[in-house]
């Protein structure tokens, strides 16, 4: 008889479900993954909810430098020698996270193309993000760039139809993340509510309308109907 022919590797599956060297957890709210610091030994993919990165200075200041979602990587410095992870991976919601030892990782990615593929992929699509956000911080005003932050946690521009912004993400969290106070975060989220771009109902819901922020040189006054 002929031998039984091997399942094909589905990446899919192989990031869907528990096997060697891979584990699925869940986590409750503000869980950490990971700990800056700790010893870098496995990459973790998010299959629900949303985890914050941050980094901490050594003066003690806290940046977030991240806030990723579902089929998304983290840890994966340790696949280029990183021996430490150079930042705390904090759960902000309910999450369903695998966790792939490296060696097992590194594996997969040595002998099946087409997981090898998708990770370079994804890497790509990160890389441009960094980019992007560094430009941003670099050119843009903190309106602007409040403007583009609630954009993309509402993923905008992805796949699929935007979904609104959980409550969690506090105006603390975003100065964090645009690089300014959160005074500043609470004049523009009050400007933004006052001009129909984004709206509270138990949760904040960001609307299309707010591109127009990100796309215009200008931004937009808020006229007499809406003081």
Known sequence: MAPARKPKFNPSVFLAEAGLGRTVSKYRERENLFQQGAPADAVFFIQAGKVKLTVLSRQGKEAVVAI????????????????????????????QIMRINKASFVEVLHEQPTFAEKFLSYLLLRTTRVEEDLVDQLFNSSEKRLARALLLLA???KDGK????????SQETLAEMIGTTRSRVSFFMNKFRKMGYISYNGHLEVHSSLLSVVLNDTPPRISADHA
Not at 68 to 93: H, K, N, S, V, W
Not at 162 to 169: D, F, G, N, R, S
Request: glycine fraction near 12%.
């Open 68 to 95: 990723l979602g579902p089929d998304e990587f983290l840890g994966q410095g340790c696949l280029t020698g990183q021996r430490i992870y150079m930042a705390t991976a904090e759960t902000m919601t309910k999450c």
């Open 155 to 157: 993923n905008f521009g």
């Open 162 to 169: 935007p979904e609104t912004v959980m409550a969690k993400i």
